[in-house]
């Protein structure tokens, strides 16, 4: 995997040269659009922040995301504002006035899930307890939903114009029929940030808070199995107009499931995963940035190969478009090892998504207080090591489901394998 090398390098050198900060009189930022727009648009910023948090851009996050935040009001309706510029500004190209500006349902949902993702990484409770943070996050949970539910069904969704500046259910800005009032990838979107809010925000955001949106959560996933299903086509709508539900690809709202993880990893999810990469195949996206998705709605369900491809074809375009080489920082870094941060402080979860043949080190992963690195030799091996901080409690999924768990103490590294595990020495500079 050596050409995964050399395009790490390039995506954490040119993730580098798109940080703004220090560059004038600009908020702590960096670039996240069209590479002609000197602006940090909200959805390209979901997408980007867990690359930039692994390349040390923690004050970069929090502060653009604390500036969304403070955006959303009762006159925008509860949205929070599209983009702006690096002085802080809103970006005049988007917005014109309160009610006049580019909305998306997703975007609010994400920046909700998005900053729970980043609570996990740092634990740095500032991300939800931020005054301006906390009171985004029930608002957007409540009283955007309750602003925006054309169905009744508490879906969140728009009035179906199609038209960008009023407000549209989706990512997809394809200026044509079927102009959604609900879609796949704002449902998907919503059931994420509940289910990020109840796995991990009670902490910090209360009890009570947390058994709420595990409760939104569950009921969003039964109306989506129960009602999104096609089964005379075989995988989920893309979402619902005033007619009824729309049976062809949707592009954001045909992935977006798959990437968030609300459909089932059974028949009906592989029947969806395959109507996707049939449509990938016949009806490509037509910008770069709407492949950075796949390897995540792939990689979710184990369709590693699939991942990989995508991964690679990023990796050979060398698109000069930020959100390319952050999110490539991630698939490798995050992605191909699963590794991820636990319910609790301390806690890491890791699996093998490369082939039997090669192996995969990362190393210099910041989690929580902790630094680790991580080894793959196919999906036989396994070793972490913690650097420096504090030690941890490691957990490796296995491709036959079995998980083996061990402490790995701070300074120390251990190799597991299906079978066992045993402590190795620390690891030497």
Excluded at 336 to 357: C, K, N, Q, Y
């Amino acid at each position: 995997m050596t050409d995964l090398v050399d395009s790490f390098t390039w995506a954490s050198q040119r993730s580098r040269e798109w940080v703004q900060t220090g560059r004038g009189n600009v908020l702590p930022s960096y670039w996240a659009g069209l590479t002609d727009r000197p602006m940090f648009y909200s959805r390209d910023l979901c997408h980007q922040l867990l690359g930039a948090h692994l390349l040390g851009l923690d004050t970069e996050n929090l502060t653009m995301l604390r500036h969304f935040a403070a955006s959303a009001n009762e006159r925008r309706g509860w949205y929070p504002l599209w983009a702006f510029m690096f002085d802080g500004t809103p970006a005049a190209l988007d917005y014109h006035s309160d009610d006049d500006f580019v909305r998306e349902v997703p975007a609010p949902f994400e920046l909700v899930e998005k900053t729970v993702e980043q609570y996990r990484w740092t634990r740095d409770e500032r991300y939800l307890s931020s005054p301006g943070i906390a009171g985004f996050i029930r608002s957007t949970m409540t009283l955007f939903v309750e602003s925006h539910n054309p169905l009744g069904t508490g879906v969140a969704g728009e009035g179906g114009s199609g038209r960008i500046f009023e407000g549209t259910a989706t990512y997809n800005e394809v200026e044509r029929p079927p102009y959604l009032r609900v879609a796949a990838d704002g449902i998907a979107s919503q059931w994420a940030a509940h289910s990020a809010l109840a796995e991990y925000a009670g902490a910090v955001l209360g009890e009570e808070f947390s058994v709420w949106n595990a409760g939104r959560a569950t009921s969003l996933e039964a109306e989506f199995a129960g009602n999104w299903w096609l089964a005379d086509h075989g995988h989920y709508t893309s979402g619902f107009t005033t007619e009824g539900p729309v049976t062809g690809f949707g592009l954001e709202s045909t992935w977006f499931p798959a990437v968030k993880g609300i459909m089932h990893g059974d028949e009906h999810g592989a029947g969806h995963l395959d109507f996707l990469s049939a449509g990938l195949r016949t009806t490509p996206p037509g910008n770069i940035e709407a492949f950075t998705y796949l390897p995540e709605a792939f990689l979710r369900y184990g369709r590693d190969d699939e991942a990989l491809h995508w991964i690679r074809f990023l990796a050979e375009s060398r698109a000069d478009y930020p959100e390319v080489p952050f999110t490539h920082v991630a698939h490798i870094a995050t992605g191909l090892t699963g590794i991820e941060p636990g319910a609790r402080a301390g806690e890491i979860h890791s699996r093998s998504h490369i082939p039997a043949d090669e192996w995969l080190e990362v190393d210099g992963i910041t989690v929580g207080d902790s630094v680790i690195g991580i080894r793959h030799e196919g999906r036989e091996a396994s070793e972490l090591w913690v650097t420096a901080g504090p030690g941890v409690t490691w957990s490796t999924t296995w491709h036959d489901g079995l998980v083996s768990q061990t402490q790995v103490p701070s300074g120390g590294r251990v190799r597991v394998t299906a079978g066992d595990t045993s402590a190795v020495s620390p690891k030497k500079d």
